[in-house]
Each structure stands twice: as structure tokens, then as C-alpha cells.
């Protein structure tokens, strides 16, 4: 029987039913059972040794991996028949999410499962999914994936690391140099990406860390995530079997690309946990402060912060359960065509690149703004490092540069919509053509005529959409050969999208959680939902009007300006009282409780 869920990028112009997405409230017994052992190992093994840790302490990251090896938390993606648990995508999500606000344990063991033991498992032959699979899955073997350069960073194919073949055949002789590989300390094996003799592609191998003609620079000294080990590696002659060529000749950079597209939807689960651990130590601090003789909690300042920590949380966290539950459902229905479950996985996080750019770049800046309130609300204190704040800061800046930056995955949302655009007969295009046959005459939705509020959202919601095609089909009409150059409209464009995904997610949860929550309970969601959309709309007014004042719309430019006016002037509820008791609630139970 076939699932339905929506493919990449069909929510721009598909109509959701908030029965038809996955939401964190319906997590298994056994989804819980998981995160709960992940709560505990940061408790036991990583909290009191944060310290240890971000002085790299000997050994000391290496037997916390394999702890959690020992835990079965390092085999959650990989299938049983080599020796891992075979989870659900939703399932290993939960893990990072829960992992994620371990500091730079995170980062080491996010990692190993992840770009680490990934492509040995989507893209390995049977003898190197036996040879490397099982040891990777207790944590025995540690990994760490090579491929950026001195002079290959976002621009990944241009590296200079070359592979020839050995005049005997039964050697690649590797020579080059890769940077900032976390793991790199340690790892034991290494998905190292080169390209073989004169081929303008890369290709990717498995190196092991005892092949001759292998080099390990010393540790880098980093503003964040210390406790990561985090070297160059040069490759002098380095001899790899010619059976550890991994995938085919000249596969590498579609390897590397899909890989970084699991690197990035991960990373939009990991942050999950940071913000999560901020907010604790925010509404911790504002709870025990006192100024002007009272708690600085009860401050309309310091709770406008924690309401905003607090619904950034919520969104992150209502986009990337979606998505994730997407990618379980399409490799169900693919696995159920006839397809092996490494070729459905790959296929389906292909699918989703569009999503996963966008719960990277959502995910890190929310995070950051986050932990830069946290500091705020701690004051002078919060520059100090006696307090956790303080590595919470230090830590979460590298999100945006991880996983290709914030800037290269706006472009690749952008460059995602394009391609939707040009598909023979889209949807999207089609619908841009007849809004703009229309233009003066859509108005924005009455409020009176919804039975509720949250219905009344949903349709604001289509006319966010609405207004994005509109603005997209425009761009790429009056810029033509420009329009790819013109990064600046692209990001902005970009930033509309994340904006409309991750609300409109937001807005599904709220309206499935209805028939979940008391009607007490449920009044702090609709607030939620009012600070939610109150944000979107001024996000999108911000980004929609730069795009329109970059392009050279002449007579059209007022119609344009009045569109965006109608479909981002909404009615919402009081957003000062709606904060307050978003806040009011995590201030009561002392830590984030949505």
C-alpha cells in the first residue's frame, strides 16, 4: 500500500492536514526509552566533565565514544545484520536531538555516526560493510570524514588531493592535505575524498589510520567546541587498497553532497539540545537573580527573551520531526516498491536537500540568537566562564559554518526552487502565472470568517506562499541570465521559504496537539502560534521588500509593495500578554517544558 507524504518542496503549493505529519508528542515507548538513555549519558558521563573535556584530556573523548558504543547508541542507523540496531530515521533524530546539548561530545559523536560511518553504509560494497560496519557500531573503531582543503572549503570538488594507481594495481598512492577534520585525533577510519589522476571529480576512499604514509597535525586551538579533536591530515604516498575505493570512480562529490545533506538535516536535530540546555540555564539564572528588590524573571524584558528562546525552540523542533518522519515514510513506500534500504534512504535524502538546508540555517541562528539572550539575561556574569552560559555561547558559533555555511545553504534552497520551477508542467510555475494575472486583486484573509483562530493562521499561511512564487516567478522574469548572480535576492528569497516551512510546521503541531492537551494546557500553544506567525510576517515583510526594492519592477513596483502589505498585515492576538505567558510557563517549571 503506498504512503502518501509530501516530496521536496511540495509544500509551497500542497495543502497539509495536520493528521498527515509526525509530530514529538507521538514518540514510542521505545523512541522514549532512548532518549531517555541519552539524557542520562550527558548526565553521567558528559556534564561533570565538561571541563576534562574541553581540555582534551587524554583518552578521556575516545572512552566516552565507546561507552556510548556500549550503550548501542553509536548503531542506531546501521542495520542489524551489521551489528546495529536498525532504527528509524525519526529515531536517530531523537538521539542527536537529545546528544545535541552535549557540547563538543556532540559534535564527536555526531560526527562518527553520522558523514563518519554514512557513506561506508549507503554507498559500501558488501565486503566493506562487513569489514567496517560492526566495529563502527560498538564504537571499537572511530571515524572521521576528510574533505575540505586549504583551498577547497565550500567549493569542495576544486581540492587538489590526488589518487594514482599503483604500477603493481593493488594501491591508490594518496597525496594532499585535508583541514578541520573533526575526530581526525583518533578516528581509526577515514572516508577521505581525492581525485584519481587527471579526473576533474572526486573520487572517495576508506583509509585506515595505521596505512602507511599518513601524517596528523596537532589539535586546532578554536573559539568553540575545544573539547573537539579537530586536526589537518597529509597524505604522503599513503597507500589504500584498491578495494577500499568507495562507491565508483569519480562518485565522490555525489557522495560528499549527499552525505553533507544527513550532515545538515542532523545538525538541524543536534542544535535541539542546545537550545534546549540554554534555555535551562537562562530561566535557572533568571529565577535566582535578583535587581531593584525582585527576581529578574519577572521583568517584561528578560521575559520577552525567554519567550523567544522558547518559540524558536518549538519551531526548530516542529520542522525537523516533520521532515524527518517524510524521509521514514518515503523509505518505507520505496523499500516496499522494491528498492534495498540503503538505495531508498539515499533516494529519500536526496529528495529532502531543499528541507535539510533549511532546518541547518533555521536551526543554527536560532540556536545562536538563543545563547546570545542566554548571555544577556546572565549579564556581566554570563561574559565569565564559571557559568555554563558561557560554553553554551562559545560552542554554538560553529553551527553556521558546519555542514557548508548558512550562505552556501540559502543558495542551495534557492537553487532547490529553481529546479522545482523548471520541471515540465509545475505546479509552482503554473500557479505564479495565474497569481500574476491576478495581482491587484488578492486580498489578505478576513479573521471573521474562520471558526478559529488557527485555521484563520493556515490561510495566512497559503498566502505567505502565495506571495513568495509571486515574488520568486518575478525575479526570474526581470532578471533572466542575472538571476543566478544575484545572490543577495536569492538569500531573501530563501529566507522567505524557511520562514513559510518552519511556521507552517509549527502551526500543524499546534493544531494536532488541540486533541492532545487539556484546554488549559492548549491556550499556551495558541500563544505560541500568535507570537509564531507575528514573527514570520515581519520576517517575510523585511525579506519581501528587499527583493522588491532589487529589482527594477518600474510601474509594477507599487503593486508589488501593496501585495506584500495585504498578505503580511495579519491579526493576531495581544503578543505582549500571549509572550509573557510563554514565558511565564518554563519560568514556573524552571526549564523548557513544551
Known amino acids: 500500500m503506498k504512503i502518501d507524504y509530501l516530496k521536496g518542496g511540495e509544500f509551497l503549493t500542497v495543502k497539509t492536514d495536520d493528521q498527515e505529519i509526525f509530530i514529538p508528542e507521538e514518540f514510542t515507548d521505545e523512541q522514549k526509552m532512548i532518549a531517555d538513555v541519552c539524557e542520562d549519558f550527558l548526565e553521567k558521563e558528559v556534564y561533570p566533565n565538561l571541563d576534562r573535556i574541553d581540555k582534551q584530556e587524554p583518552n578521556l573523548m575516545v572512552n566516552?565514544?565507546?561507552?556510548?558504543?556500549?550503550?548501542g547508541l553509536l548503531s542506531l542507523d546501521i542495520p542489524e545484520e551489521y551489528g546495529g540496531l536498525g532504527q528509524s530515521f525519526v529515531t536517530s533524530m531523537l538521539a542527536a536531538d537529545k546528544l545535541g546539548g552535549g557540547h563538543s561530545f556532540a559534535v564527536a559523536y555526531s560526527a562518527h555516526t553520522g558523514i563518519g560511518t554514512l557513506p561506508i553504509l549507503y554507498y559500501?560494497?558488501?565486503?566493506?560493510k562487513q569489514k567496517y560496519l560492526p566495529?563502527?557500531?560498538?564504537?571499537e573503531w572511530l571515524a572521521a570524514y576528510c574533505l575540505t582543503e586549504p583551498g577547497a572549503g565550500s567549493d569542495a570538488n576544486s581540492g587538489r588531493t590526488r589518487a594514482t594507481l599503483s604500477s603493481d594495481g593493488k594501491y591508490y598512492i594518496l597525496n594532499g592535505q585535508k583541514m578541520w577534520i573533526t575526530n581526525g585525533g583518533f578516528a581509526d577510519v577515514l572516508v577521505v575524498f581525492a581525485k584519481i589522476e587527471n579526473d576533474k571529480i572526486l573520487s572517495a576512499f576508506i583509509v585506515e589510520r595505521n596505512f602507511p604514509g599518513i601524517t596528523f597535525g596537532a589539535e586546532e586551538n578554536k573559539m568553540g567546541?575545544?573539547?573537539?579533536?579537530?586536526?589537518?591530515?597529509?597524505?604522503?604516498d599513503c597507500q589504500v587498497p584498491v578495494?577500499?575505493?568507495?562507491?565508483?570512480r569519480g562518485e565522490g562529490f555525489r557522495i560528499a553532497l549527499n552525505i553533507l545533506h544527513i550532515g545538515r538535516i542532523k545538525l538541524g536535530a543536534d542544535v535541539i539540545g542546545s537550545m534546549k540546555r540554554a534555555i535551562l540555564h537562562s530561566v535557572n539564572y533568571a529565577n535566582e537573580r535578583k535587581q531593584f528588590g525582585t527576581l529578574i524573571a519577572n521583568f517584561g524584558a528578560i521575559k520577552y527573551k525567554l519567550a523567544e528562546q522558547v518559540v524558536l525552540t518549538f519551531a526548530t523542533e516542529s520542522a525537523v520531526y516533520r521532515v524527518a518522519d517524510y524521509i521514514d515514510r518515503m523509505i518505507e513506500n520505496q523499500i516496499k516498491e522494491g528498492k534495498k534500504k540503503e538505495e531508498a534512504q539515499l533516494s529519500a535524502l536526496g529528495e529532502y536537500a531543499m528541507e535539510a538546508a533549511i532546518l541547518k540555517v533555521y536551526g543554527s541562528e536560532a540556536l545562536d540568537y538563543i545563547v546570545d539572550e542566554g548571555v544577556q539575561i546572565h549579564g556581566g556574569m554570563g561574559f565569565s566562564s564559571e557559568m555554563p552560559i558561557e560554553r553554551c555561547y562559545r560552542d554554538s558559533r560553529i553551527n553556521r559554518i558546519f555542514e557548508g555555511t548558512n550562505e552556501i545553504n540559502r543558495l542551495v534552497i534557492a537553487d532547490h526552487y529553481l529546479k522545482l520551477i523548471k520541471k515540465p508542467d509545475s505546479p509552482i510555475i503554473q500557479k505564479a502565472k495565474e497569481l500574476y494575472s491576478n495581482i491587484n486583486n488578492i486580498q489578505p484573509p478576513n479573521p471573521a470568517l474562520f471558526q478559529n483562530q488557527l485555521d484563520y493562521f493556515s490561510n495566512v499561511i497559503d498566502n505567505f506562499k502565495n506571495l513568495a512564487i509571486l515574488l520568486q516567478f518575478k525575479a526570474y522574469e526581470t532578471l533572466e541570465k542575472k538571476y543566478n548572480d544575484s545572490q543577495?535576492?536569492?538569500?531573501?528569497l530563501s529566507n522567505i521559504i524557511m520562514q513559510i516551512f518552519v511556521l507552517e510546521s509549527s502551526i500543524l503541531r499546534i493544531k494536532k496537539l488541540k486533541n492532545i492537551k487539556t484546554e488549559n494546557e492548549f491556550n499556551t500553544y495558541l500563544d505560541?502560534?500568535?507570537?509564531?506567525?507575528?514573527?514570520?510576517?515581519n520576517e517575510i515583510t523585511v525579506n519581501a521588500r528587499e527583493i522588491i526594492n532589487s529589482l527594477p519592477l518600474n510601474g509594477e513596483y507599487q503593486s508589488f509593495a501593496n501585495l506584500i502589505f495585504k498578505l503580511t498585515n495579519i491579526k493576531t492576538n495581544n503578543i505582549l500578554e500571549a509572550r509573557r505567558n510563554i514565558a511565564n510557563k518554563i519560568i514556573e517549571h524552571n526549564k523548557y517544558c513544551f
Open 64 to 71: 566516552l565514544l565507546k561507552k556510548a558504543g556500549e550503550l
Open 124 to 128: 559500501g560494497n558488501e565486503y566493506q
Open 135 to 139: 566495529k563502527l557500531a560498538t564504537g
Open 225 to 236: 567546541i575545544k573539547g573537539s579533536s579537530t586536526v589537518q591530515i597529509f597524505f604522503n
Open 243 to 248: 578495494e577500499n575505493l568507495l562507491g565508483k
Open 488 to 492: 543577495e535576492i536569492l538569500m531573501a
Open 528 to 537: 505560541l502560534a500568535n507570537v509564531l506567525i507575528n514573527n514570520s510576517a
